[in-house]
């Protein structure tokens, strides 16, 4: 009995002792690593583009699905813009041509 007991110490001490030293060591190394890693992601990564005002319509579109009146308020809403932007482009050739 003795023996198992002592053994059951022994090992708790050496467990606890172990735990000491795992918990001193750094881990300093491994987060340069992870730094690096995102860095190389951050690089990566695609830029990313504009949907275009057709795009953004043909989504919304296909998100009504078959209900008419969110087709008719897309089609409202990206006919109005359009006409938009078509306005801004055609200001700035005005004011192009004035100088």
């Known amino acids: 009995m003795r023996k198992v007991t002592a053994l059951f110490v022994s090992t708790a001490f050496l467990l606890g002792t172990m735990g000491i030293a795992v918990a001193q060591t750094t881990t300093a190394p491994a987060t340069q690593e992870k730094k690096t890693d995102e860095k ?3 690089e990566k990564k695609p830029a990313k583009k504009a949907m ?6 043909t989504a919304c579109l296909d998100k009504a699905g078959t209900d008419e009146k969110k087709k ?3 089609e409202k809403q990206y006919t109005a813009a359009k006409a938009k932007m078509e306005k801004k482009a055609a200001e700035k050739k005005d004011t192009a041509e004035k100088k």
């Open 40 to 42: 190389k992601a951050m």
């Open 72 to 74: 008719e308020n897309c």
């Open 52 to 57: 275009s005002l057709e795009d953004k319509k």
